[in-house]
């Protein structure tokens, strides 16, 4: 065997018992090292580390990402006797991979494992409210307690809980039609109240603009007539004037405005020819 073939036999000797000794955990992952099968340590830093060599000593990785867990579509028993068809989800991480796998192997037991836990204590947060308070106003209340409850209960596994959530809350199709009906004939009511309200204060404003309406015509109708009393007053005292002045020619010039008023193309007068009225036509 030659120098140079003797080398590479040396390195990839070399380079196989590293890889007994030698393994590498990610930032994305950790590790649990097994003795002869039994779990005895935790590798939770990423970098290059040391163990005994195979088959002493093995290692297996697990994610140290946040996970999702969706559920399936289940029914959940409202406290009115109303069945809601709740589809959920929830975000979790391995925080104990040592428990982890003792308790529940792999993530597919974890899945398995989650699915009671969740289930059960979403439905007896909600088991203990109305719909109304699930749907609406008590929902992300409600989310938050029934976080905790599972959290505290997944640590046993050696998980973490982060957040539940519920993606869609809906009834049962057999249920919506009445729900609707009765969402329906609960709008229709509060319509009808509100217009009956606008009926009443419409009234009220017209019969306070009628009040209104009659007192300033009423003022006006004063005013014009103070004012008609005092410009005919003042009229008469400039006749009175004009004919103390000159009574004949105040009467000439009454008279000339007489026969405007009462002659035209259109008139026909049969009146003898010593009237008064005709004295100037003479």
């Known amino acids: 065997m030659s120098r140079n073939s003797k080398t590479i036999l040396i390195l990839a000797l070399a380079f196989f018992l590293t890889r007994l000794v030698l393994y590498t955990v990610d930032e994305k992952n950790q590790a649990v090292i097994l003795q002869f099968g ?17 088959p002493i000593q093995t290692v297996t990785f697990f994610e140290k990402r946040i996970l999702g867990y969706d559920s399936s579509v289940r029914e959940i028993l409202t406290k009115d006797k109303k069945n809601l068809v709740v589809d959920n989800y929830a975000k979790w991480r391995i925080v104990d991979p040592l428990l982890f796998m003792v308790t529940v192997r792999n993530e ?40 905790m ?28 039609r009445s729900v609707y009906e009765r969402m329906r004939a609960e709008r229709v009511r509060i319509a009808n109240q509100y217009r009956s309200e606008g009926e009443e204060k419409a009234l009220k404003i017209m019969a306070v603009t009628d ?37 004949e020619f105040y009467q000439f010039t009454r008279t000339l405005d007489s026969y405007k008023k009462i002659i035209d193309e259109k008139t026909v007068l049969v009146m003898p020819p010593d009237t008064e009225i005709f004295k100037y036509l003479k």
């Open 211 to 247: 009040s209104l309406k009659v007192t300033i015509m009423a003022e006006a109708y004063r005013k014009s007539q103070i004012a008609r009393g005092e410009a005919e007053a003042k009229a008469i005292q400039i006749y009175a004037d004009a004919y103390n002045r000159d009574p």
């Open 149 to 176: 409850a599972c959290d505290s209960t997944s640590r046993d596994y050696g998980i973490e809980i982060l957040d539940v959530r519920i993606k869609r809350a809906d009834l049962p199709e057999q249920n919506k």
């Open 38 to 54: 039994k779990p005895v340590k935790t590798v939770v830093e990423s970098g290059l580390h040391f163990k005994l060599p195979w």
């Open 108 to 147: 597919n037991g974890a899945q398995s494992r989650l699915d009671d836990i969740i289930y059960s204590k979403l439905r007896e947060a909600l088991g203990l409210h109305e719909l109304e308070e699930i749907v609406s106003t008590r929902r992300a209340e409600l989310l938050k307690q029934v976080t």
